[in-house]
């Protein structure tokens, strides 16, 4: 049982670079979340997934986009990445319901130059 | 700005027990209260979550006063293995969580 899986885990990209971060869960759960984590900070929502098909901003979502095509998965893009992406992002699932517990994967650590 | 405020850091000595108080003056009605753990190069991990009295698991123990504008985590005997950083948070639905900075435990030998 993997639970959530990011790739990849490090990224370089340049200054206007592309890119996709790819989060997958094998846990059947409902809800999908992409965060972002800067030194010494606490996580900051980016968007998030209710379901399959369904997407919505979270608190920082400019210069991001996203998509759940598939229940198990939540794909986060970067179209043309700038050194304030530079951050650690962290994907996250839940099951419907409030308060059910977030599980995270590991992290994608990303450096913009 | 984050609904809980939580010492920044704190350390402790092997086998102590070791409590983490957060305030949170204005949590509504239906907000739950919910302790992750984080370790470097990790992404957090939920410890235990509570509304009210107290809640223990194989981890910790949660404490929570009649008013809940604060509540107590609690870890029993810790070990080098439980220095980590532990965010407090509460609110009634998980797309609105606001994550402070959590608090940086360090446990010495």
């Known amino acids: 049982n993997a639970g959530v899986t990011q790739t990849p885990k490090f990224r370089v990209l340049k200054t206007g670079q592309s890119m996709t971060l790819l989060c997958a869960q094998d846990?059947?759960?409902?809800?999908m979340y992409w965060y972002r984590q800067d030194p010494g900070m606490g996580l900051r929502l980016i968007h998030y997934?209710?379901?399959?098909?369904?997407?919505a901003k979270g608190e920082v979502p400019d210069g991001y986009n996203v998509s759940r095509l598939k229940k198990q998965n939540f794909l986060l893009g970067l179209e043309s990445a700038a050194p304030s992406q530079t951050s650690v992002y962290f994907c996250?699932?839940?099951?419907?319901?409030?308060?059910?517990?977030?599980?995270f994967g590991n992290g994608t650590r990303l450096t913009v130059t | 700005l984050a609904k809980t405020t939580q010492p920044i850091s704190m350390d402790s000595y092997e086998g102590q027990e070791v409590n983490i108080t957060c305030s949170h003056n204005?949590?509504?009605?239906?907000?739950?209260i919910t302790w992750y753990q984080q370790f470097p190069s990790q992404g957090p991990r939920f410890i235990i979550q509570?509304?009210?009295?107290?809640v223990t698991n194989e981890v910790a123990s949660l404490f929570i006063p009649a008013d809940r504008k604060s509540s107590t985590l609690s870890l029993p005997r810790v070990s080098l293995s439980d220095t980590a950083v532990y965010y407090c948070?509460?609110?009634?639905?998980?797309?609105?969580?606001?994550w402070g900075a959590g608090t940086k435990l360090i446990i010495k030998p």
């Open positions: 996250a699932s839940s099951y419907p319901g409030y308060n059910s517990p977030l599980h």
């Open positions: 846990m059947n759960h409902e809800y």
């Open positions: 997934s209710v379901g399959e098909g369904t997407t």
């Open positions: 204005n949590i509504a009605t239906n907000d739950y």
């Open positions: 509570g509304y009210k009295t107290k």
């Open positions: 948070l509460v609110d009634v639905s998980n797309y609105q969580l606001i």
